[in-house]
């Protein structure tokens, strides 16, 4: 009894290790390390734009490393089959079961996620609207009049706020309303 407890002990330290290695080391939004890496660039003074292309090419990245070692992970566990694995396989599949072992299932769903979040970042980049991510809720913005064709209301206007970086300029001033003519 002693030496399950031990040994169980053993691994949950060694899993919560590894599980704060990964968190640290692959800079991929909600992890800690996307907050570090981004705020640390922003203290040493790197303009927001700047930062936000950064940590696109640096979460770009390893989302692909995941990527190849999803598929090397794969390949290592298609190679070492044999015919015993494929009809237990089969087995499984006819239960309704994945017969996928989970750390493979694990780096895909990690891969996928980080794609998106950092697909998702890029579009707000490309948008001027990284203020409406949490990473970057502190970023100047500015609004400027525009018609309401997102909402198929295009007689009517709404502000629509954008990002303001170091080197734009400001809006020029919204333009006055038309006279009211009176009879």
């Known amino acids: 009894g002693a030496v399950l407890l031990l040994q169980l002990c053993s691994t949950a330290v060694s899993y919560n290790v590894l599980l704060f290695l990964f968190n640290i080391l692959f800079p991929m939004y909600p992890m800690d ?8 660039m922003q203290l040493c ?26 598929g090397y992970e794969v390949y290592r566990w298609i190679s ?4 015993q694995d494929y009809h237990q396989a089969l087995r499984m599949t006819g239960l309704g079961l994945i017969p996928i ?9 990690l891969t996928a996620w980080g794609g998106k979040q950092t697909y998702d970042l890029h579009g707000l980049a490309e948008a001027k609207r990284l203020h409406s991510h949490p990473l970057f809720s502190h970023v ?10 997102a909402n198929g209301r295009p007689d009517q206007w709404v502000d629509l706020w954008v ?12 333009p006055p309303p038309p006279p009211v003519l009176k009879p």
């Open 101 to 109: 072992p989970f750390h493979i299932l694990l780096i895909a769903g």
């Open 33 to 40: 390390s996307s907050k570090l890496l981004v705020t640390g």
């Open 45 to 70: 003074g790197t303009p927001v734009e700047k930062a936000a292309r950064c940590f696109l090419w640096i979460s770009g990245a390893c989302v692909l490393v995941l990527a190849g070692l999803g």
């Open 163 to 174: 990002d303001r970086y170091d080197g734009d300029e400001p809006p020029p001033p919204p």
């Open 80 to 83: 070492e089959a044999n015919e």
């Open 140 to 149: 100047e913005r500015t609004s400027k009049r525009v018609r309401d064709i």
